[in-house]
């Protein structure tokens, strides 16, 4: 019997993967056994086997659902962290009497968003059905939950929270870039349209499998999809309300207006850096096995890479420049490398990544000196920083890394990276130039110039972010 049970294990181990292999198997046990009682006997362990390794395939399907999952809940939390990071960073380069204004914007531009999100988003840029195939999905509302018997790779609540995150970055971008003029009511309504309209539509063209997908772009994370989306909708708002008051001179020199918090705004790019670990790794969607885990983990790394090199290059570069290592030309260099880093994470190799970083890093310091030459007012670099290194790194990845399937060579992948970035800047820039010129048009777009000397904290919220303000009368500039 012993015999018999070896020759079984050597012949029929490889083979136990299906019920119909498992019956042959057996069938031929059975017939080559001495005698009845040991082809019983081999005929149940066989049977067991079975059984056991159909509870094990359960097991691993279950399990890698439940790792995928819950590596994307923290994702997307950190992802969610973001939007204090943003919102750090806009009030420590910011007026203090505009505190309260802009802590309002960044909650409710994420509440909004999730709620328009819900009931049309993420039907539009994850269509189930096309309207117009490729350009325009067909809206849907709510999250359908899953099946626990064939649940998929993930969670689509978790998928939901993941994406939602993504959409809410996209509009807190616009937020710094017209801070201290802008009247809440008209922010609310550009919030909306964008993360219900706006951003789902472009973002379907690539993530929801459309026309730009099928041209072969590449986007890992979003540094064109998202970043680029925001920067781009930013510099339309910016250009539209105008500069601050005081912060050009009738003959159009450039006034500093400083933050009142400089300390604010460095914790504000720690906490964004932190993010972007939900952001860039979390885009790998599924982290269950060993290719996964090593995939995720070196989409850290080379985002790691860039932001470290974007921080050197923008600080380097500003001392060149101006004589001083600017602290804030720093920290804004440490988002333009992630923000470059983002479309190619995955594809590139350490030194690519080095040299995405640094450049952002540099171009961040180019796009805010370019923005004062053209006399726009964007207090907190947010074209500089997801603009423009948004665009630099949609490019950088038709430059460096692999080749996806179907474009063979550099220069073609370049040329669908180039299209793609421009199709999706432009989209994102005249839309919502058209709300902001309707939002105007009507007149509750600006704040007055009473109000805005006044501060946001109390013309738009009655209320000061600072006790001493109160008490004073004023506000710390």
Same mark, same amino acid.
């Given at each position: 019997?012993?015999?018999? $049970? $070896?020759?079984?294990?050597?012949? &029929?181990?490889?083979?136990?993967?299906?019920?119909? +292999?498992?019956?042959?198997?057996?069938?031929?046990?059975?017939?080559?056994?001495?005698?009845?009682? #040991?082809?019983?006997?081999?005929?149940?362990?066989?049977?067991?086997?079975?059984?056991?390794?159909?509870?094990?395939?359960?097991?691993?399907?279950?399990?890698?659902?439940?790792?995928? =999952?819950?590596?994307? *809940?923290?994702?997307?939390?950190?992802?969610?962290?973001?939007?204090?990071? *943003?919102?750090?960073?806009?009030?420590? %380069?910011?007026?203090?009497?505009?505190?309260?204004?802009?802590?309002?914007?960044? /909650?409710?531009?994420?509440?909004?968003?999730?709620?328009?999100?819900?009931?049309?988003?993420?039907?539009?840029?994850?269509?189930?059905?096309?309207?117009?195939?490729?350009?325009?999905?067909?809206?849907?509302?709510? /999250?359908?939950?899953?099946?626990?018997?064939?649940?998929?790779?993930?969670?689509?609540?978790?998928?939901? %929270?993941?994406?939602?995150?993504?959409?809410?970055?996209?509009?807190?971008?616009?937020? @710094?870039?017209?801070? &201290?003029?802008?009247?809440?009511?008209?922010?609310?309504?550009?919030?909306?349209?964008?993360?219900?309209?706006?951003?789902?539509?472009? @973002?379907?063209?690539?993530?929801?499998?459309? *026309?730009?997908?099928?041209? @072969?772009?590449?986007?890992?994370?979003?540094?064109?999809? +998202?970043?680029?989306?925001?920067? *781009?909708?930013?510099?339309?708002?910016?250009? /539209?309300?105008?500069?601050?008051?005081?912060?050009?001179?009738?003959? &159009?020199?450039?006034?500093?207006?400083?933050?009142?918090?400089?300390?604010?705004?460095? $914790?504000?790019?720690?906490?964004?850096?932190?993010?972007?670990?939900?952001?860039?790794?979390?885009?790998?969607? =599924?982290?269950?096995?060993?290719?996964?885990? #090593?995939?995720?983990?070196?989409?850290?790394?080379?985002?790691?890479?860039?932001?470290?090199?974007?921080?050197?290059?923008?600080?380097? =570069?500003?001392?060149? %420049?101006?004589?001083?290592?600017? %602290?804030?030309?720093?920290?804004?260099? +440490?988002?333009? &490398?992630?923000?470059?880093?983002?479309?190619?994470?995955?594809?590139?190799?350490?030194?690519?990544?080095?040299?995405?970083?640094?450049?952002?890093?540099?171009?961040?310091?180019?796009?805010?000196?370019?923005?004062d030459k053209l006399k726009i007012d964007d207090p907190v670099g947010a074209w500089p920083v997801h603009g423009l290194c948004g665009v630099w790194g949609g490019i950088a990845t038709g430059i460096f890394g692999d080749l996806p399937e179907g474009i063979e060579t550099v220069g073609d992948f370049i040329v669908v990276q180039s299209i793609a970035t421009v199709i999706i800047c432009t989209w994102a820039f005249f839309t919502m130039l058209g709300v902001f010129l309707v939002l105007k048009a009507v007149g509750v777009l600006r704040v007055s110039a009473e109000d805005e000397q006044a501060g946001l904290d109390i013309s738009e919220h009655g209320m000061h972010a600072y006790p001493s303000d109160g008490v004073s009368g004023g506000a710390i500039a």
């Amino acid at each position: 019997m012993l015999t018999g $049970l $070896l020759l079984f294990g050597l012949a &029929g181990w490889p083979a136990i993967w299906s019920h119909a +292999v498992y019956a042959q198997d057996e069938a031929e046990v059975v017939e080559s056994a001495p005698n009845a009682a #040991e082809a019983a006997e081999v005929a149940a362990v066989v049977a067991e086997e079975a059984a056991d390794t159909e509870v094990v395939a359960f097991d691993a399907a279950d399990s890698a659902y439940t790792i995928n =999952t819950l590596i994307m *809940f923290i994702c997307a939390v950190l992802v969610l962290f973001m939007q204090a990071g *943003f919102a750090m960073v806009e009030v420590g %380069l910011n007026s203090a009497k505009n505190t309260v204004n802009i802590l309002a914007k960044n /909650v409710m531009d994420l509440s909004v968003g999730v709620i328009l999100f819900l009931f049309v988003g993420f039907g539009l840029m994850y269509p189930g059905d096309w309207l117009v195939d490729g350009y325009l999905g067909e809206p849907a509302s709510f /999250v359908a939950r899953d099946n626990p018997e064939a649940p998929g790779d993930y969670s689509s609540s978790a998928d939901f %929270l993941f994406q939602v995150a993504f959409a809410a970055t996209a509009a807190t971008i616009v937020s @710094g870039a017209v801070a &201290g003029r802008m009247k809440f009511g008209a922010y609310l309504v550009y919030s909306a349209l964008l993360t219900g309209l706006i951003y789902p539509i472009s @973002g379907s063209w690539k993530w929801g499998g459309g *026309f730009l997908d099928v041209m @072969g772009f590449q986007d890992f994370a979003g540094s064109v999809v +998202v970043h680029a989306v925001g920067g *781009f909708a930013g510099l339309a708002g910016a250009i /539209v309300l105008g500069p601050r008051l005081g912060r050009f001179t009738a003959d &159009g020199k450039s006034v500093p207006l400083p933050g009142h918090n400089i300390a604010f705004a460095a $914790l504000g790019v720690f906490i964004l850096w932190i993010g972007w670990y939900g952001f860039n790794p979390g885009s790998q969607l =599924t982290y269950a096995g060993a290719a996964n885990a #090593e995939a995720t983990t070196y989409i850290a790394l080379t985002t790691t890479l860039a932001a470290s090199a974007g921080a050197i290059t923008a600080l380097l =570069t500003a001392w060149a %420049l101006f004589s001083k290592p600017d %602290l804030t030309m720093a920290l804004n260099g +440490v988002l333009g &490398g992630l923000v470059a880093i983002t479309a190619n994470c995955d594809r590139v190799a350490q030194w690519e990544s080095l040299v995405i970083g640094g450049a952002g890093g540099a171009l961040v310091v180019v796009g805010i000196l370019m923005l004062d030459k053209l006399k726009i007012d964007d207090p907190v670099g947010a074209w500089p920083v997801h603009g423009l290194c948004g665009v630099w790194g949609g490019i950088a990845t038709g430059i460096f890394g692999d080749l996806p399937e179907g474009i063979e060579t550099v220069g073609d992948f370049i040329v669908v990276q180039s299209i793609a970035t421009v199709i999706i800047c432009t989209w994102a820039f005249f839309t919502m130039l058209g709300v902001f010129l309707v939002l105007k048009a009507v007149g509750v777009l600006r704040v007055s110039a009473e109000d805005e000397q006044a501060g946001l904290d109390i013309s738009e919220h009655g209320m000061h972010a600072y006790p001493s303000d109160g008490v004073s009368g004023g506000a710390i500039a």
